[in-house]
C-alpha cells in the first residue's frame, strides 16, 4: 500500500529560519556606516564645542583684561599727577628755601637729611636733585643722575611754561646697583618774588616701582604687564614668568623686531585684541608724562597663551568628551535597538506572509492535531489527494490515505519517538499516482502538539525516473557517441564509446585529441559547416598514438541556441569496412563540407565590414576547353570536380571557406589577404594540382573586396578576372577590382 522511507530528517525547519532574524551584509554595512557617521559627527561637535569653549574664554580674557589695563592706565595717570604735586610740594618746602637764600653747610645738611629721608619712605622715588638758573647741577642724593643734563627748551625764552608747572621727561635707562633701572624725572621751577628762575629742583621716579605699586590689586602675579614706547622699546616687564620667544624680555628690547606683525597692528590702533596661533594679546596706548608742550605715548601689553586657556578649560573638556562618549554609546544602542526592531517587525511580517501564503499557494500543505484529525488543510492539498477541500476537515489522515491499523501505526510511533516520518503512498483512487507524505510533529502552543504534513505529488517525477532510465538504456547502443560543447571538451559518452576511445571513464579530454590533429586543423570548418547545415561527415584513419587501430566514420551534428551559436556538439563514430576504407588521405570528407552559394552568402553578410575590407574572392573554372563540352560527358566533369573539391578541402586553411558556384565553377572566399597572398594562393594550388595531374584546363580569376560590396558584386567582378585569365591564352590566373596594383597578369 505504501512504502516507508526509513531515513528521518533531523535538520531545522525551513519556516523557522525564515521567521528568524537575518543579519545580511546590506544591513551591517547600513548600520555600521551610521555608527560611522554618528561617531565622526560627534567627534566634529565635541571638537567645535571644544574649540569655541576655548575661544569663548579667550575673548573673555581679552575682554577683562583690557578693563584691567583701562584701569592701569588710569591709575599710572593719577600715579604721575600725584608725583607731579610732591615734585611741587617738594620744590615748596621751607627747608630748599632757606637753603638757597641762605646756602651754608648746616641748611645743606638739613635739606640732604629731609630729602634721605623721603627716599626711604617713597619707594617709586629713586632720588633728588638741584640745579641753578642756568641748569647747572648744586645738589643730588644719587651720583647715578649727575650726567643729567636738563633739556634746552626749558632755558629757552619762548617756552611758556613755569611758576606751577612741573616738567615731566621721556623714560630713560640708568644703572642703579648693576642692574638697569628705568626711570623719569620731573623739574620744578624755582623762582623769585619777582618771577625770576632761582633753580630747579628735579625728581627721579621709577617706572618699574610706579607700575608694581598698581598691578597687584588687579593682576593675577603670572600675568605679564609689559610697559612699550612709540618707538616699541620695553620699559618694564622684563620680568616675564616663561615668556615667549616672540616677546622682549630684556629692558630696551624692541617689539618690533620680535614681532613686527603684532607691533605694525599695535602701531595702527590706540586699542585692541590681536589673536596668534599660540596666545591672544591685549594692548592699550597711554599718555603718562603729558606736557602741554608735548605729547607722550606709551603703550601698555599683556597676553595670554592659549595653552594657559586650554589647561583652564581642561575639566570641562574631559567632561564634555565624556558626555559626548556616554551619547555615543546610547546613540549606538539606539541604533542597534532600532534596526532590530525593524527586522522584527519585518520577521514578523515575512512569517504572518509566509503562513498565509503556505496555504494559498500551489504546496501541499495540512495541519492535524495529535491524533491525525485534520484541521486545516490547503486548496492545493485537496487537489493532490482528488477530494473536496471542506469535506477533508475534521477527517481522520488515516481513513483519507486508506491506511490499515498495521500501516498507521508505525507512522504514530515514529512521530511520538522521532517527532518525524517520510514516506510514498500510492493513491487510494488512482492507482498511477504516487504521493511523497513528510510528516513532522511539532509544539504549536503550550499545551497541544500538532502535525504538520507535507503533501506532494511526485507521479510525474516517478514517470520522469522511469522515462530516463529506458533514454539511458536506448542510448547504450552498439554506435559510439559522444556529446562536447562547442570547444570539443567532451560532456559525456555512452560505454560504446568509452571502450573504442579506451577513456576507462576519464572524460575530461577534447574530442580532438582523441580523432588528431587533422581534426584539430579543419575545426574551424567543421564549425562554419555544422553552423550552416548542422552536419559535418568525415572519414579518420589511425595514428600515431591513437586509440582506435582502423579507419571511422565520424558523423557531427549540432545542438544550437536561439541565435544560431553552437551550444553541443553529437559525435557518432563508426567502424568502416575494408570496401568502403580510402586510406590516400588521413581525412577524408564528402560533397557536404562543400558549402553551398548560400550558405557562403549568409556567412559573408554575416561578417564584419573590417574582415571583408582585408579579403579576396577567387574564383576557380576547372572545365578545360574542349574536353567535357558534351551532356555525356558530365559525370565525368563531376568527377572530376569531386577529385579537385577533395585535394583543395586537404590542403585548404583553416580560415578559407570553399563553395559550389556552378558545376564546373568553385568559389574560394580568403579572409584577410590582400592581392598578393591571393595570387600566391591561387599558385599554390595549381601546383598541387599538378602534382596528381588535376591542373589541365584550370582558369582562376581574384578579386578585391570593395567597400559596402554584395556577394553577387563580388562574384561579378571575380568573373571578369575570370574571363580574362580565359582569353589571355598563355595565362590562367587574373586579378581585377584588387585593392593593390601588385599584379595584372601573372602566370
Not at 54 to 71: P, V
Not at 80 to 108: C, H, M, S, Y
Not at 706 to 718: F, G, H, M, T, V
Request: charged fraction near 20%; glycine fraction near 4%.
Amino acid at each position: 500500500m505504501f512504502k516507508r522511507n526509513n531515513k528521518i530528517k533531523n535538520t531545522t525547519s525551513l519556516i523557522a529560519s525564515l521567521q528568524d532574524i537575518h543579519w545580511s551584509r546590506a544591513h551591517i554595512l547600513s548600520m555600521a556606516s551610521q555608527i560611522i557617521v554618528l561617531i565622526i559627527g560627534l567627534y566634529i561637535i565635541t571638537h567645535m564645542i571644544i574649540e569655541l569653549g576655548e575661544r569663548r574664554l579667550q575673548e573673555d580674557w581679552a575682554g577683562q583684561r583690557y578693563s584691567e589695563l583701562q584701569t592701569v592706565a588710569s591709575l599710572a595717570s593719577d600715579k604721575v599727577a600725584f608725583l607731579q604735586f610732591r615734585t611741587q610740594t617738594i620744590a615748596n618746602g621751607e627747608l630748599l628755601r632757606q637753603f638757597i637764600n641762605t646756602p651754608n653747610e648746616d641748611q645743606q645738611s638739613k635739606l640732604f637729611q629731609n630729602w634721605n629721608s623721603l627716599i626711604k619712605n617713597i619707594p617709586e622715588l629713586l632720588g633728588l636733585a638741584l640745579y641753578d638758573p642756568q641748569g647747572k647741577l648744586r645738589l643730588s642724593t644719587s651720583y647715578n643722575f649727575n650726567g643729567l643734563r636738563l633739556p634746552d627748551k626749558l632755558f629757552s625764552k619762548n617756552s611758556s611754561m613755569g611758576g606751577s608747572d612741573v616738567y615731566s621727561s621721556d623714560m630713560a635707562f640708568t644703572p642703579i646697583d648693576g642692574k638697569l633701572e628705568p626711570y623719569i624725572y620731573q623739574v620744578a621751577w624755582l623762582e623769585n618774588a619777582d618771577q625770576t628762575v632761582n633753580g630747579y629742583l628735579v625728581t627721579f621716579n621709577s617706572v618699574t616701582r610706579v607700575l608694581d605699586s598698581i598691578k597687584p590689586a588687579f593682576f593675577n602675579p603670572n600675568s605679564p604687564l609689559l610697559l612699550l614706547d612709540s618707538q616699541s622699546f620695553l620699559y618694564a616687564g622684563a620680568n616675564q614668568p616663561a615668556p615667549l620667544s616672540s616677546m622682549p624680555d630684556t629692558l630696551g628690547a624692541s617689539l618690533k623686531q620680535t614681532y613686527p606683525e603684532l607691533w605694525q597692528t599695535i602701531a595702527m590702533n590706540n586699542f585692541g585684541q590681536y589673536y596668534s596661533d599660540e596666545s591672544t594679546y591685549v594692548y592699550l596706548k597711554v599718555e603718562l608724562t603729558g606736557n602741554r608742550e608735548s605729547k607722550r605715548e606709551y603703550i601698555l601689553l599683556s597676553y595670554i597663551r592659549h595653552q594657559d586657556i586650554a589647561t583652564r578649560f581642561e575639566q570641562w573638556k574631559i567632561v564634555l568628551i565624556l558626555a559626548s562618549t556616554v551619547i555615543g554609546i546610547l546613540a549606538i544602542g539606539l541604533i542597534l535597538f532600532r534596526q532590530r526592531y525593524l527586522m522584527e517587525n519585518k520577521a514578523r511580517f515575512n512569517s504572518i506572509r509566509l503562513s498565509n501564503g503556505i496555504f494559498n499557494a500551489k504546496l501541499s500543505y495540512a495541519i492535524t492535531n495529535d491524533h491525525g484529525r485534520i484541521l486545516s488543510i490547503s486548496e492545493s492539498g485537496a487537489k493532490t489527494l482528488n477530494q473536496p477541500q471542506d469535506s477533508l476537515t475534521d477527517r481522520s489522515l488515516q481513513r483519507i490515505l486508506n491506511l490499515t491499523d498495521d500501516e498507521f501505526k508505525p507512522i504514530v510511533e515514529s512521530l511520538l519517538t522521532r517527532q518525524h516520518w517520510s514516506g510514498v503512498i500510492t493513491s487510494p483512487d488512482d492507482c498511477n499516482q504516487q504521493i511523497s507524505i513528510d510528516i513532522r510533529r511539532e509544539s504549536l502552543s503550550l499545551t497541544e502538539q500538532h502535525w504538520i504534513v507535507v503533501l506532494n505529488d511526485i507521479s510525474e517525477l516517478a514517470q520522469i525516473r522511469e522515462t530516463a532510465f529506458l533514454n539511458m538504456l536506448l542510448s547504450e547502443s552498439a554506435i559510439a557517441t559522444a556529446l562536447t560543447d562547442a570547444h570539443g571538451r567532451i560532456i559525456n559518452c555512452n560505454q560504446k564509446f568509452d571502450e573504442l576511445m579506451k577513456l576507462h571513464g576519464d572524460t575530461d579530454t577534447f574530442i580532438s585529441k582523441l580523432l588528431g590533429n587533422d581534426i584539430k586543423q579543419i575545426w574551424n570548418n567543421i564549425i562554419t559547416q555544422v553552423s550552416l547545415q548542422g552536419e559535418w561527415q568525415g572519414q579518420i584513419c589511425p595514428f600515431d598514438q591513437s586509440s582506435f587501430s582502423q579507419p571511422l566514420k565520424v558523423t557531427i551534428n549540432g545542438h544550437l541556441s536561439l541565435e544560431g551559436d553552437i551550444e553541443k556538439l553529437i559525435f557518432t563514430v563508426e567502424k568502416l569496412t575494408a570496401k568502403v576504407q580510402n586510406s590516400k588521405y588521413n581525412i577524408f570528407t564528402n560533397s557536404n563540407m562543400i558549402l553551398r552559394l548560400v550558405d557562403l552568402e549568409n556567412h559573408f553578410n554575416n561578417t564584419s565590414e573590417i574582415i571583408k575590407a582585408s579579403s579576396s574572392l577567387l574564383v576557380m573554372d576547372i572545365n578545360p576547353e574542349g574536353i567535357f563540352s558534351n551532356i555525356g560527358d558530365i559525370s565525368q566533369l563531376e568527377k572530376r570536380q569531386q577529385e579537385i573539391e577533395v585535394q583543395l578541402l586537404k590542403d585548404l586553411p583553416v580560415s578559407y571557406l570553399l563553395a559550389k558556384w556552378q558545376l564546373g565553377k568553385l568559389v574560394l572566399f580568403l579572409p584577410q589577404t590582400d592581392s598578393t597572398q591571393a595570387h600566391l594562393f591561387a599558385i599554390s594550388v595549381i601546383e598541387k594540382l599538378a602534382t596528381n595531374k588535376l591542373d589541365e584546363g584550370i582558369n582562376i580569376g581574384i578579386a578585391g573586396y570593395l567597400e559596402k560590396q554584395s556577394l553577387d558584386q563580388y562574384l561579378a567582378n571575380a568573373d571578369v578576372a575570370l574571363n580574362r585569365a580565359k582569353q589571355s591564352g598563355d595565362q590562367n590566373i587574373c586579378q581585377a577590382y584588387t585593392r593593390s596594383t601588385n599584379f595584372n597578369l601573372t602566370k
